[in-house]
């Protein structure tokens, strides 16, 4: 009896924190009742008109899912950018010399996404600025061309390999010295904190070109800096994840040498290797224009507005018995406030993959994340060699996560309402 009555308490406090949400929801509704009884349709955009669905993105800042929506500050900029022509090749220099003074840096060259960085790195590693060795890759005869990849394979080696260069698979730390040859052109990783800085000094012991890939490193934008303290010798996010700028964009720092490398085996050069990663000027424009108003906004400020906005739809599943919520921020990916949402699957007889399914199929879709990957070839192997597990093996995710930084303002109050409605019947028809 005390149980009960400790769970009706908590169940009543939960209610009573989310009535004010609750009013707002019904509200919502009834306007939406209106609008369509008047004939006043407020959802037609460029894509509907083409019969595409756009989505409430809880989910992150996938490349699949369009990235990350522009800063206004990049919107006004690239159209600006696009008024003009301009000899692309002064516009990366100059952008480099920017790219100096705000990341401490000693170059920075802006490319085709995070991916393009690391081709452009890669065959600057390679080629150097040489035009003739620019010319033979991905031909790599007499090159050095040995690429040591830390922690095993990735779905985005690729950049690297189309360049010519044969990638050495190391999975620990300890392992890299060995690796080194006479054939080493780059070091590869996407370690972060104490392996990085021991990976470093290997690095410069013997003399190899380092490429820390933290696509999604910003925010926080102080990795901007940090990396470029760290004295790395290159180093790329991506421009269309965290950054908010052009989705095709990407930023890649570093040495100067190596930068003007990276430059010339890239577009507009005719005959280099990475000449198809085109990036235009409005891109080029966009992304520093990003990084400019990252490093001038109240990054606190956006972090809180972020928690409240997963706070709020953690008020609103949480008045379903049994559902638990937790807010936290991961350490790698997507560095922002993230609402963990759990439930007794077993004995409800409904799963994360179920409600997954049901938050994609409906009107408006949500988007939310779990353990699967839409966009990744099936044939993909990520990490070191091994076998692939049965499928039999993997157990069932036991929960679901919504990132706070790709959804948009008001659509938390959709999200916990369509979420709170999905739980509660599938509570209710299985949970006595």
């Not at 995070?114 to 890669?122: I, S, Y």
């Not at 507005?305 to 638990?324: D, F």
């Not at 076998?387 to 093996?393: F, I, R, S």
Request: with cysteine; charged share 25%.
């Amino acid at each position: 009896m005390f149980q009960q009555n400790a769970s009706n308490r908590r169940g009543f406090m939960k209610m009573l924190a989310a009535s004010p949400l609750l009013a707002q929801v019904a509200a919502h509704h009834l306007y939406e009742k209106s609008a369509a009884a008047i004939g006043y349709d407020t959802k037609e955009n460029v894509y509907s008109r083409l019969g595409v669905k756009t989505v409430i993105n809880c989910r992150g800042t996938w490349t699949y899912l369009s990235g990350s929506l522009q800063f206004p500050e990049v919107r006004v900029a690239q159209t600006e950018a696009g008024q003009y022509f301009v000899n692309m090749v002064e516009l990366q220099r100059a952008v480099g010399r920017r790219l100096a003074e705000l990341t401490g840096a000693e170059s920075g060259l802006i490319t085709s996404g995070a991916a393009g960085a690391m081709a452009a790195a890669t065959a600057a590693c390679i080629a150097g600025s040489d035009p003739q060795k620019i010319w033979q890759l991905p031909d790599t005869t007499g090159l050095k061309h040995e690429v040591v990849m830390v922690g095993g394979r990735s779905a985005f080696d690729t950049a690297i390999r189309l360049t010519g260069a044969k990638l050495i698979i190391v999975e620990k730390l300890e392992e890299i010295a060995n690796a080194i040859n006479g054939n080493t052109a780059m070091i590869y990783t996407t370690d972060l904190g104490d392996k990085l800085m021991r990976e470093v000094a290997i690095a410069k012991e013997r003399n190899i070109p380092l490429l820390l890939d933290d696509a999604a490193g910003i925010p926080p934008i102080d990795n901007i800096k940090l990396y470029a303290k760290m004295k790395l010798d290159l180093y790329t996010f991506s421009g269309g994840k965290g950054l908010r700028g052009p989705q095709c964009s990407g930023v890649l720092l570093g040495r100067k040498d190596l930068i003007e490398a990276a430059l010339r085996n890239s577009c507009p050069y005719e005959g280099a290797v990475c000449r198809p990663m085109k990036v235009g000027k409005e891109e080029v424009i966009g992304c520093l224009t990003a990084i400019e108003t990252w490093l001038k906004i109240d990054s606190k400020k956006l972090y809180d507005e972020w928690h409240a906005r997963v706070g709020r739809i953690a008020k609103l599943v949480e008045t379903v018995p049994g559902v638990q919520t937790q807010i936290y921020i991961p350490d790698d990916g997507n560095r922002y406030p993230t609402l963990r949402i759990s439930w007794d699957q077993q004995a409800w007889g409904f799963n994360v993959s179920e409600c997954v399914r049901k938050l994609h199929d409906g009107d408006p879709v949500i988007e939310v994340l779990s353990i699967d990957n839409p966009s990744m070839v099936s044939a993909v192997q990520e990490g070191a060699d091994k076998p692939k597990p049965n499928p039999k093996e993997l157990k069932e995710q036991n929960h679901l996560e919504l990132v706070s930084m790709t959804i948009q303002p008001g659509e938390e109050m959709i999200v916990g309402q369509r979420l709170r409605a999905i739980l509660a019947s599938a509570r209710k028809g299985n949970v006595t």
